[in-house]
T-cell receptor, first 109, second 117 residues
Framework: KNEVEQSPQNLTAQEGEFITINCSYS?????LHWLQQHPGGGIVSLFMLSSGKKKHGRLIATINIQEKHSSLHITASHPRDSAVYIC???????????FGKGTKLSVKP | GAVVSQHPSRVICKSGTSVKIECRSLDFQATTMFWYRQFPKKSLMLMAT?????????EQGVEKDKFLINHASLTLSTLTVTSAHPEDSSFYICSGIEGGGAGKPQHFGDGTRLSIL
């Protein structure tokens, strides 16, 4: 069993829809990362959070440490949001990450 | 935000060739660099952790003589795939942390797609 599980694996939405991607983890992590990977492979760090909620533009990330669960929300989705969204956490003190398998999001115009 | 420049972005070469991938932190000092590998439709997996000025720590199953990592300065880490074979074809990506530790943001390079013929 993967220590970081994401759902759904694939998600297709219409432009404007509200998107939610979920992440559950079984390891004790100090902070959870949400990353965005574009088709070319490059990765952009969206959020790093250890409690509560963070917002950046149309993106919102929440985390519940007790339940070991995090969600990434995208409001008013747009085709340019199409990418793979990955949650990841550092299982130890070094800072290296273990990754979920990613959620492939396609937003149709 | 902090930037990590990774080169080359794509390499196609013959079996037996050695390939060097560079990662440079442009506006911060990367005390720690991580090297990850991603096979098609799979999660990113950690290959090795390198701290500036010391030997890299390799994950189980990663051959240190095959994947040479050098982190000689706070702004440059290199991964050399020696005598590459088709099974080494993969997507390689680095990330850097300033100051080390699990509570710091990670800054990723754009990755290198390696194809060995």
């Amino acid at each position: 069993k993967n220590e970081v599980e994401q759902s759904p694996q694939n998600l297709t939405a219409q432009e404007g829809e509200f998107i939610t991607i979920n992440c559950s983890y079984s390891v004790g992590i100090s902070a959870l990362h949400w990353l965005q990977q574009h088709p070319g492979g490059g990765i952009v760090s969206l959020f790093m959070l250890s409690s509560g909620k963070k917002k950046h533009g149309r993106l919102i990330a929440t985390i519940n440490i007790q339940e070991k669960h995090s969600s990434l929300h995208i409001t008013a989705s747009h085709p340019r949001d199409s990418a793979v969204y990955i949650c990841a956490g550092p299982p130890g003190s070094q800072g290296n990450l273990i990754f979920g398998k990613g959620t492939k999001l396609s937003v149709k115009p | 935000g902090a930037v990590v420049s990774q080169h080359p972005s794509r390499v196609i070469c013959k079996s037996g060739t050695s390939v060097k991938i560079e990662c440079r932190s442009l506006d911060f000092q990367a005390t720690t660099m991580f090297w990850y590998r991603q096979f098609p439709k799979k999660s990113l997996m950690l290959m090795a952790t390198s701290n500036e000025g010391s030997k890299a720590t390799y994950e189980q199953g990663v051959e240190k003589d095959k994947f040479l990592i050098n982190h000689a300065s706070l702004t440059l880490s290199t991964l050399t795939v020696t005598s590459a074979h088709p099974e080494d074809s993969s997507f390689y990506i680095c990330s850097g942390i300033e100051g080390g530790g699990a509570g710091k943001p990670q800054h990723f390079g754009d990755g290198t797609r390696l194809s060995i013929l």
